[in-house]
């Protein structure tokens, strides 16, 4: 199982290399973002552990490349920048976790085995909704065997309501678990879900998502549209 590790720091990278080569996985570095950068984008990794504060090119800008090439590699940023903001903005990039710095290697260990685990649960699902189909391998979406295109959030939001076909989501629920935190503004949901409804639900006689008034959004196959 290859991993790419992109940290400056010899000490940490080397504390890194040698702990997870003990455990028999198999590790390439990069000591500068571009370097890294280059690394992703060529070969195939099972896992990113990703330093934020780099030279050449950021871990922030390393993320938003590699995702909006469509790269669905889990990656942990490591960092020790502890603020909140810095967090939030690695996860809305789209990030898949977040260690601070200085940090045991055992907690490393115990965040790569879970990330591993859960990016082979999401290669082998596909998630079904009347005739919505959800790749959770590849981030890929169908309606009617139509692929439709959806930004990471949008992406996020479809697949946590599929993930809970007929359950209802709160707001709340949503918020925290799409934007990771309780701070966004009280109708980025509302705005979201309906941006969602125009790539899912337009032009079809069945609608998929479903407000719950006073409570939140599900998603479930309903009732044919009356009239046009």
Known sequence: MKILLIEDEPGIASLIRRGLEAERYQIETAT??????????????????????????????????????GSRVPILMLTAREAVEDRVRGLDLGADDYLPKPFDFQELLARVRALLRRDKVHRARILRVDDLEIDTAQHRVF?????????????????????????VLTREAIQERIWQDNDSYSNTVD????????KIDAGHPVRLIHTVRGVGYTLRRGAPESGP
């Open 143 to 167: 309606r009617a065997g139509q692929e439709i295109r959806l930004s990471h959030r949008e992406y996020a939001l479809l697949e946590a309501l599929a993930s809970h076909e007929s359950q």
């Open 32 to 69: 500068d973002g571009r370097r890294g950068l280059e690394m992703a984008r060529e070969n195939d990794y099972v896992l990113i552990l990703l330093d934020l504060m780099l030279p050449q090119t950021d871990g922030w800008q390393i993320c938003r490349e590699l995702r909006a090439g």
């Open 191 to 198: 705005v979201y879900i309906g941006m969602l409804r125009k």
